[in-house]
């Protein structure tokens, strides 16, 4: 079934229930959360084998963290444990019905302090994938040292490896990001970005939406879509972001597809766009610095598949939206595992949107993520699977 590697960050994850400001006594929940985490666990639920690489404290939260995800079938046995750094934190709380909030104690933290020396050559050597993030780089040089580690082990044993842009403006400025960014992509064969984090990626400047409102940004700033409804970030913000999640259509019809058929294939993005707005254009230029496929993530447009030559289109699936935060690092779960599984562009494409759609529509950043025989289960014409 195929084995893929990830290195990065997990957290310890506070949720608190309910909307409005957190106050004394409120209900919440704890968990964890990392996008590579989250890839792990979703490639493992769907039947491939899964290591993930990181450092954590020597604490209570490191314990439950690595239960849990060996008990998601998750190799956790290289990880490094700090007994002089906590492990990271960060909280979640939904200050109204559409805009979630989070917070991240992340600065003193054992994920900061990853190091070339943690990353187990052995487990990406003997991989069929591995899969990086730009969070990773953004949190230090111990930790960009260790990607670029990381890299060079994979390249050395000929094992492709995947790169979802992940760029994270509260981490690091563009102008420092796009270099690491772009270098990493370059040696990747498989990337993965959103809009605005491939114009960052190709050196594109910022695209600015009718009326003036700014789109919504690789940093999670939430900006108007073309029908006023807020767009989402990698802060959680519901809405339509650049994960598979569904929002409103142009029509205003919530879930709306758009695109054409799932799989069509395209010579470019429909309708009059701009250059710098036109993911066919985006990912071409990406395509030049040397990966073999470029997915470009659009939210509740699907997403944009190429390989160079072949393009195509897949609408997201309709489904009613629950917690977007996590939708994005899902949807790369189902495209590596379609990869793995040997399928072609559009069914790999296909997997991505359905385990984009089941983040979405269930609470938690990993939580709801399909098992392999739960994939057909949104298929169900009338919502109920018999």
């Not at 690595?66 to 990880?79: A, H, I, K, N």
């Not at 979640?92 to 054992?110: K, L, N, S």
């Not at 970005?193 to 910022?206: D, K």
Request: net charge negative; hydrophobic share 40%.
């Amino acid at each position: 079934m195929g084995e893929l590697v990830t290195l990065g960050e997990v957290m310890a994850v506070t949720r608190v229930s309910g909307i409005g400001t957190p106050s004394p006594g409120a209900a919440a929940t704890l968990s964890y959360a990392g996008a590579e985490a989250t890839v792990a666990i979703g490639v493992a639920r769907l039947g491939h084998r899964a290591t993930w690489l990181g450092r954590l404290g020597r604490d209570a939260a490191a314990d439950m963290i690595l239960t849990s995800m060996r008990g998601e079938g998750v190799d956790v046995s290289r990880t490094v444990r700090d007994g002089d750094r906590p492990t990271g934190h960060m909280t979640r709380h939904r200050r109204t019905a559409d805009r979630v909030v989070v917070a991240y104690h992340r600065r003193e933290g054992a994920g900061v302090r990853l190091s070339p020396g943690d990353v187990a050559a052995e487990a990406i050597s003997s991989a069929d994938v591995l899969h990086l993030t730009g969070i990773t780089p953004a949190l230090g040089p111990g930790p960009a040292a260790a990607v670029e580690r990381a890299v060079a082990v994979a390249g050395e044993a000929g094992v492709p490896v995947s790169f979802d842009v992940n760029y994270r403006a509260l981490l690091w400025p563009p102008e420092q990001a796009g270099e690491v960014l772009r270098r990493l992509a370059g040696r990747a064969e498989v990337v993965f970005a959103g809009l605005e984090e491939a114009r960052l990626v190709a050196g594109r400047p910022p695209q600015a939406r009718a009326g003036g409102a700014p789109e919504s940004g690789a940093d999670g700033t939430p900006g108007a879509g073309a029908d006023g409804t807020p767009g989402a970030g990698a802060d959680g913000a519901p809405g339509a972001g650049a994960d598979g999640a569904p929002g409103a259509g142009a029509d205003g019809a919530p879930g709306a597809r758009v695109g054409g058929a799932p799989g069509a294939r395209v010579g470019g993005a429909p309708g009059a766009r701009a250059d710098g707005d036109d993911p066919g254009v985006l990912a071409r230029l990406l395509l030049e610095l040397g990966p073999r496929e470029v997915v470009i993530k659009l939210g509740r447009e699907g997403a944009y598949v190429t390989d160079g030559s072949v393009a195509l289109r897949v609408p997201a699936r309709a489904v009613s939206e629950v917690d977007p935060v996590g939708a994005g690092d899902a949807f790369v779960a189902g495209y590596l595992s379609g990869r793995l599984d040997g399928l072609d562009l559009a069914g790999r494409a296909e997997r991505a949107v359905t385990c984009g759609a089941f983040a979405v529509a269930t609470w938690g950043d990993w939580e709801g993520l399909p098992r392999r025989h739960e994939l057909d289960l949104l298929a169900a014409s009338d919502g109920v699977a018999r």
